[in-house]
């Protein structure tokens, strides 16, 4: 049995012990439980009275879900225990125990307790006592979902990294999936420490790219502006030409035809031959 178990909010003189391994018998009782005729008393919880002997508080042993939702635990429920009078003019006969035990990794095995913030038996005279158990084993068995993995650096050397399983943060479980160990697998380095680009996606080429864009976009610029030059020259050229032939330079039509271009560079015959 664990005990004595003393209220905490106001003094009282009972004491409490608790044991839901299992119920105390004549085979291992420890002299905790024991009625007024000093026989032990086959239950789960008893309380000691100030005559000296104790009172089962439960001898049937039962298990629910936490009362809030969001805490990892169960409730044990111990019920059965002695008839009461006076406690049957409240709705409950027989004396019962509700302990609450609730998941608390840092906590190990843990101990039964009194409330912080009421007295054991609540509500008053209704023969219904409460506990709290703060325990590892409150908690639930480890699954594979209660750890993450973190992969080591790959070599460079033996192209292996390291496998690390480690527990999530909090731990809020116990026993159940094993922790898988440490292990080394395969793989590809990382060429000078960070992964390789695509060739295409690489400064070196995006400059490339770049430098020889603008030289064709100056080239292309400069060709335009020679031949820009080029042809205005020309264009004047000719129109110094109809000027010097009488025309007047509104009605200049445009460069001269090829035919025009050879009639022209063809020299005249001599009129004095044929004299």
């Not at 439980?33 to 439960?58: E, K, M, P």
């Not at 999936?177 to 420490?193: D, N, V």
């Not at 020889?212 to 020259?233: E, M, Q, T």
């Not at 004047?236 to 509104?250: S, T, V």
Request: proline fraction near 7%; include cysteine; aromatic fraction near 10%.
């Amino acid at each position: 049995m664990y005990g004595p178990v003393l209220q905490k909010v106001t003094k009282d003189p009972h004491l409490y012990f608790i044991n839901m391994c299992t119920r105390q018998s004549s085979s291992n009782s420890n002299l905790t439980c024991f009625d007024s005729h000093g026989a032990t008393i086959r239950s789960f919880a008893c309380q000691r009275t100030t005559n000296g002997y104790a009172v089962n508080l439960g001898s049937t042993l039962g298990f629910g879900p936490p009362e809030n939702e969001t805490q990892l635990g169960l409730i044990v429920t111990f019920t059965d225990g002695k008839h009461s009078s006076g406690c049957a003019l409240n709705g409950h006969s027989y004396r019962s125990t509700k302990l609450s035990m609730v998941c608390d990794p840092s906590a190990g095995r843990g101990e039964p307790e009194a409330p912080e913030d009421q007295t054991v038996e609540f509500p008053h005279h209704t023969c219904q006592y409460n506990f709290i158990w703060r325990s590892l084993y409150a908690c639930p068995l480890c699954t594979e979902l209660d750890h993450y993995v973190v992969p080591g650096e790959c070599s460079n050397q033996t192209r292996t990294r390291e496998i690390h399983y480690v527990w999530n943060a909090p731990k809020m479980c116990h026993d159940g999936f094993p922790l898988p160990e440490t292990k080394i697998e395969s793989c590809t380095p990382a060429r000078g420490g960070v992964a390789e680009a695509t060739w295409y996606t690489t400064p070196a080429f995006l400059i490339s790219v770049i430098v020889v864009g603008s030289l064709c976009f100056i080239l292309i610029v400069a060709w335009s502006l020679v031949k820009y030059y080029k042809y205005r020259k020309l264009y004047e050229a000719y129109a110094q030409l109809d000027r010097d032939r009488g025309m007047a330079p509104e009605q200049f039509d445009g460069f001269p035809t090829d035919l025009e271009l050879e009639l022209d560079e063809t020299p005249l015959p001599s009129l004095g031959g044929r004299l």
